[in-house]
Every structure is written in C-alpha cells, then in structure tokens.
C-alpha cells in the first residue's frame, strides 16, 4: 500500500465516520483548492511566462511565427537535400496507401517537408544555438558515446557539432523538445540583450493579487476525510471521491462489493475480502498478457504477487 505522500491511481479502503456524509463520486472538497486561493493566469503573457520577445522567438522555434532560415545563418532545405530526401523516401514507404507510389510522389512529400521544417528556427540552428545546447548538456547524441557497461561518456577530445551535424540530427531523430528550445531562446535573448521573463509575472504565467495571496496559495495543503470506525471504498484515478456508502464492518462493505448489482465492478466476497484487508490496489494490473481490475489482482494473488 503506497504511503501518504504517493498519489497513485487506484482503489483504496478508508477508516471514516459512520455519519461521514461525502456525496459519493464527488472529489473530496479538502483535496480541491479553493477557487479563491488560485492566481489568475497572466494575460500579458498568455501563461506562459515569457517576455514579448521570447514568445516570439519561441513561436519562431516552432515555425508559429514568421523565419526565414536566411536570417539566422542557415540555408534553407530543398527536396534534393539527403535527410530530407530520406525522410520522403521513408514515408512514403511505410504508407503507399496514404501517399500514393512513384518518383512524383516522393518528391512531392520532399517539397513539403521542405517548406514545412524552412519555417521553422528548430530545424535551422546556427553555431550560438549549437554552443548553448552542448552547455546544456542537450546534445549527448553528438557529443558522447554510449555504452551498456559506462553509459554516457564524453568524446575524447571534446567535439563541437556543427550546425549542420544538428540540424541532420534533428531532422533523423526529431531530436529537439521543449526544453531544448527553452535553452535557445533564453540564450537568444540573453545575446541580444532583452528579457527573457514576463516582466507582469516574473515569469511565473500566473498573476496574485498581493504577495498574502501567493502565501496562502503555497501554504495550502491536502485535508484528509476525517478518521473514524467507518469502513469505505475510495478512488485515486482523481484527485480521490468516495466509491461506496460508509459500512460498520469490513464484512459489510466486502458484501456490498460483491453484490452482482455492481456490475462491471462486482468481485467475489473472498476476493474483496483480501483487497480490504490489504487497503489498496491500482485501478488495473496486467497479467499474462491481459488486464484485470486491481481489486482482482490483489484479491485472488495479493499486492506482492
């Protein structure tokens, strides 16, 4: 059974009043902030925590705003460029039936993709992009060895990928995420010389109505239901409701799980009996190739099975 501090998804068994009345299947108001508590997202920012420019350049990563690869030093690709040669060839192998067949087709879906990855800086990094990267250790693929027995290790004597080495990179293994390009357009901003953060948030996405309201935000914390004699089933897949009336005895609550009326999610009597006994289960478990309810799983083999 996972400890207080875990949030797992599943089925767990809670010791509550006899009169807790908790409307069933309705999240635990003290696991809910209060609607008050929370700050409102920053509409300078649209939440996102970036300055105007750094929104920009990071819609410029992504090809959501205007680039031209001209512009930060690259060349733009062209159908006949071999990664993206490749990567036509390659679609239009795996999926005839999408693309259709033939040299028109491939140069077809290479002309697309051209003009799909020119607009966009992600796949047209120049040398200060490249530099900020390997500083941020995002590019272990190019700038170290891998192996079973040492892991990552770095080539010796160290490399610095060039542009183009990155870019053909990015483009075999769509290489680049979010926080690679996080790392170029705060080091973008920092070349030239602008902020990188929202200046109505700090950077948070989130605005509060006085540095009170912030604290009383960060103080909150999770209110368990009140403990007592009671015996009942819970959800986590939520933030955790209720699942079952509040029963006297364990046995009681484990006829009422095993009551056909339950539907799909009826168990024998026994098997309740052990997932109640244990307290816990996730929502759903595979076994030999299949899936079973976690209740099932607890119930017939137990949680250490």
Not at 130 to 152: I, K, M, P, S
Not at 189 to 201: F, Q
Not at 226 to 231: A, E, K, N
Not at 270 to 289: C, R
Request: aromatic share 8%.
């Amino acid at each position: 059974m996972p400890d207080g501090g875990e949030r797992l998804m599943g089925r767990e068994i809670k010791r509550v009043p006899l009169d807790f009345d908790a409307p069933i299947g309705e999240v635990w108001t003290g696991y809910v902030m209060p609607d008050d508590l929370r700050g409102e997202q920053c509409g300078t920012c649209d939440g996102g925590g970036y300055s105007q420019a750094a929104k920009h350049l990071h819609k410029m990563w992504y090809g959501n705003a205007p680039f031209r690869p001209e512009d930060n030093g690259s060349t733009p690709l062209t159908p006949e460029t071999p990664a993206v040669r490749a990567f036509a060839e390659r679609n239009v192998t795996r999926s005839p039936d999408y693309y259709g067949q033939g040299e028109h087709v491939i140069r077809r879906e290479a002309r697309r993709l051209a003009d799909y990855w020119n607009s966009a800086w992600s796949h047209h990094v120049n040398e200060a992009d490249v530099a900020a990267l390997v500083e941020a250790g995002r590019l272990y693929d190019l700038t170290h060895t891998w192996t079973r027995e040492n892991g990552w290790q770095p080539i010796d004597p160290p490399v610095m990928p060039t542009p183009e080495q990155v870019n053909q990179w990015n483009i075999a293994s769509m290489g680049h995420d979010a926080i690679n390009a996080s790392v170029v357009v705060r080091a973008r901003c920092e070349r030239d010389g602008v902020d990188v953060l929202c200046s109505a948030c700090g950077g948070e996405g989130i605005r509060w109505r006085n540095d009170q309201h912030k604290a009383a935000h960060e103080a909150w914390e999770r209110t368990e239901p009140p403990s007592g004699d009671g015996w009942q089933l819970w959800e986590t897949v939520s933030e955790g409701s209720p699942k079952s009336p509040v029963f006297a005895t364990a046995d009681e609550l484990a006829s009422w799980m095993s009551d056909p009326e339950r539907g799909r999610d009826w168990v024998p009597g026994d098997v309740a009996a052990k997932f109640i006994a244990d307290g816990w289960a996730p929502t759903l478990v595979g076994s030999s190739g299949d899936l079973m309810s976690g209740v099932e799983f607890v119930g017939t083999r137990g949680g250490d099975a």
